[in-house]
């Protein structure tokens, strides 16, 4: 059964910092991997969908990239703001269905 | 992209009663959309897989007669739960995909917060 983690669990950094956040997974055999933004009590909003494919993908300040192989994915933020602060959350799918990971909250201090 | 609505986005019933949640795919046509649980602090948990035109798919451990899914047409699909306890209280989140176009990404909706009194 495909498992998805992400660390760290929570970050707090002040504005204007790059910062990565991790996620990794157990099976490769992946269809595609998506990187969400949740903020508190509301539903997802999808950031970057990356197919198997390929290695990475690229959005304003946001850029993720894959390593299928080594079961690995990275989100990478540049210059935080506050604005993006909320719980972020990979999925990959395979098996026709999504697997979570359980997200990393981010905190950026103004 | 596009567009995933959900209805409502809160909803206070009384213990016993049923509440429906509506899953609507706005500019794209669905035959697959997914339900949703999320605890607090915690990530989702797929309940079950809403199939246009036949039974939805439901994972183990989820009672099927508790949580009654319908995917009547390629734009809605519903999910009701009967006699409603407090214990039933959650977020739920419905994802559809563009299967049409051959999409690959996940769109989702809103969400429901659902608190049983």
Known sequence: KQEVTQIPAALSVPEGENLVLNCSFTDSAIYNLQWFRQDPGKGLTSLLLIQSSQREQTSGRLNASLDKSSGRSTLYIAASQPGDSATYLCAVYNFNKFYFGSGTKLNVKP | ?117
């Open chain 2, 1 to 117: 992209g596009a567009v995933v609505s959900q209805h409502p986005s809160r909803v206070i019933c009384k213990s016993g009663t049923s509440v429906k949640i509506e899953c609507r795919s706005l500019d794209f046509q669905a035959t697959t959309m997914f339900w949703y649980r999320q605890f607090p602090k915690q990530s989702l948990m797929l309940m079950a897989t809403s199939n246009e035109g036949s039974k939805a798919t439901y994972e183990q451990g989820v009672e099927k007669d508790k949580f009654l899914i319908n995917h009547a047409s390629l734009t809605l699909s519903t999910l009701t739960v009967t006699s409603a306890h407090p214990e039933d209280s959650s977020f739920y989140i419905c994802s559809a995909r563009d299967t049409r176009s051959g999409g690959t990404e996940a769109f989702f909706g809103q969400g429901t917060r659902l608190t049983v009194v």
